[in-house]
């Protein structure tokens, strides 16, 4: 049976993260765009997949998941046959992994979401800017990544020499920082740029970027591409 993944069709935040992992997979999939605009992600209904009223939620032949790390983890293990391996196996190169995903988590993801918030947001709904707050979330960020800049010096990525989900889950919110004004991931050093070149120019993310996230009910050209991928 096909999934069905529940959640913004635009190609933002932890929609697009599972959007991505599916897209490098190779896995087909129903799209179910829920209404943040309209509340529908806090009705009773949708409530019954995602009890914090939040998206994205998966549902796959009645098992239901949601938070999108651990639905991305999910389908890495359940589909570790098909695609790149996402996460790897052997013992000291998963707690790598593990090591890499929980940076992403703690140093990473709070300050560009913050950033996206107070720098993208914001502005959208045509509310003032705090311009301290944007500039220390950006200058904690920035300072978090010169250690990625040292750790990306003697490896390809940040777990390894191979892609794994802890680049992954960089890519959703650190795609936003150029919109809020901030270019530190082409400008932080020759390590980071590289790395963030290569992760996001994935055929996986130009699918979910270029097409949106919808229903992809067989392999296309492009999934099969990001399939390929190392």
């Known amino acids: 049976m096909v999934l069905t993944l529940y ?3 635009a190609p933002l935040g932890g929609t697009a993260t599972v959007a991505m992992t599916l897209a490098e ?10 209404d943040l605009q309209h509340g529908e992600h806090k009705q009773p209904e949708f409530r019954k997949k995602q009890p914090f009223g939040l998206v994205p939620a998966l549902d796959d032949d009645g ?3 949601y938070e999108s790390r651990a639905i991305c983890r999910y389908l890495a293990e359940k589909y570790a046959g098909q695609g790149p391996t996402l996460i790897p196996t052997e013992l000291k190169a998963k707690a790598l992994f593990e090591q890499a995903a929980a940076v992403e988590f703690a140093n990473f993801e709070p300050h560009a979401r913050a950033a996206y918030n107070e720098g993208v947001l914001k502005p959208h709904f045509n509310l003032p800017i705090d311009a301290s707050a944007l500039n220390t979330c950006i200058s904690k960020l920035s300072d978090n990544l010169d250690v990625y800049e040292v750790i990306l010096g003697k490896q390809r990525f ?3 020499d191979e892609f794994t989900l802890a680049d992954l889950f960089h890519v959703a919110f650190g795609t936003t920082l150029a919109e809020a004004g901030c270019d530190l991931m082409t400008s932080k050093g020759p390590n980071v740029k590289r790395w ?4 996001t120019s994935r055929p996986a993310w130009l699918s979910v970027l270029n097409s949106g996230i919808k229903t992809t009910m067989c392999e296309d050209d492009a999934f099969k591409s990001g399939v390929s991928e190392p």
């Open 25 to 34: 997979k190779g896995i087909p999939y129903t799209f179910v765009s829920v």
């Open 196 to 199: 963030w070149k290569e992760v």
């Open 7 to 9: 959640g913004l069709a």
């Open 158 to 160: 940040l777990a390894g």
């Open 63 to 65: 098992f239901v998941l």
